[in-house]
């Protein structure tokens, strides 16, 4: 598996935008600046504890690779001891195109991030440039980033969080289920949530998937087939009217867990695949406000043993 490069010996001072004024550097800087409220759709509306201002720091790298790259959105008021819980999020894009820069990602980190939780959205190798597991792997070497600069963040490397839309909670959830990925870090996730995630082992033969999952890796990429009592907890969230992946596939991955004597939750709500990250009513699919809840919920368990 890949190793990162080794951290850097501090973590830089958090700031609305870094780097040269690239258009790239700019557009993040454009969606730093925006009100919460209006990026996010009336975002108070949808939360009722108290909400932070944010700071990001844009394009970082955590390995050597060139989509080795994440961005972090961290709140700026004083963190409780010992720190805020850190959500590493994963783009999706059927594991062969996509970005962490998609302004569903940047309008969920600033959801969540406002509600107290350190998120970073991070990039990972596509096919055909590489195929499954390396882009797990990718992502494993992301939360191991997130980890080793947890507390430069303000954040609590021991609450540690996944999560993703599509293709990357296919990759949020095999982190928490297969152990193998993070046993290379020595890190344990706290918990994953799946977003409208493939789960069985039906997408490897999806058309437009094409040859990212090698046939000898059916068994080993599907979280279903790995359902077993030892994982992360895990919220599965799916949309109900999805056309490109299978609602079922996060009620079945669920009950199986729950069967094994693990922890898992699904709930599906009244959307699409893409709308469940973009709702057009403040609060009428409550993806952000369930995930938080979920880390926050956790991270209380946590700190209470």
Request: net charge positive.
């Amino acid at each position: 598996m890949h190793k990162p490069s080794p951290p850097a010996a501090s973590f830089p001072a958090i700031h609305p935008t870094r780097g040269p004024p690239s258009g790239t550097t700019r557009r993040r800087a454009v969606l730093a600046s925006l009100p919460l409220g209006l990026l996010g759709a009336c975002g108070a509306v949808w939360g009722t504890g108290p909400r932070h201002d944010l700071g990001l720091q844009a394009d970082i790298a955590y390995g050597p690779a060139a989509r080795h790259r994440l961005s972090v959105y961290h709140p700026l008021a004083r963190a409780p001891a010992p720190g805020w819980p850190v959500l590493v999020a994963f783009h999706g894009g059927f594991w062969q195109f996509g970005s962490r820069d998609e302004w569903q990602m940047h309008l969920m980190a600033r959801h969540i991030g406002a509600q107290g939780v350190v998120v970073v959205l991070a990039d990972y190798r596509l096919y055909p440039e590489v195929t499954f597991p390396t882009f797990v792997e990718d992502g494993a070497a992301a939360v191991a980033w997130a980890a080793r600069n947890a507390q430069g963040l303000g954040g609590d490397a021991r609450l540690l969080f996944a999560t993703g839309h599509s293709a990357g909670a296919h990759i949020a959830v095999l982190l928490g289920l297969d152990r193998r990925y993070l046993d290379v870090h020595g890190l344990r996730l706290a918990g994953a949530v799946g977003i409208a995630g493939p789960y069985g082992s039906w997408f490897q033969d999806h058309l437009l998937v094409g040859g990212a999952f090698p046939p000898a890796t059916r068994g080993a990429s599907s979280p279903i087939a790995l359902a077993h009592a030892g994982g992360a907890p895990l919220l599965l969230l799916g949309a109900g009217m999805d056309l490109i992946v299978r609602p079922s596939d996060s009620t079945d991955l669920a009950a199986r867990i729950r069967a094994a004597g693990g922890s898992a939750e699904a709930r599906i709500y009244n959307a699409g695949h893409l709308s469940v990250m973009l709702s057009p009513l403040p609060g009428a699919i409550p993806a952000y406000e369930d995930t938080a809840a979920f880390i926050h919920r956790i991270a209380a368990e946590r700190r209470s043993i």
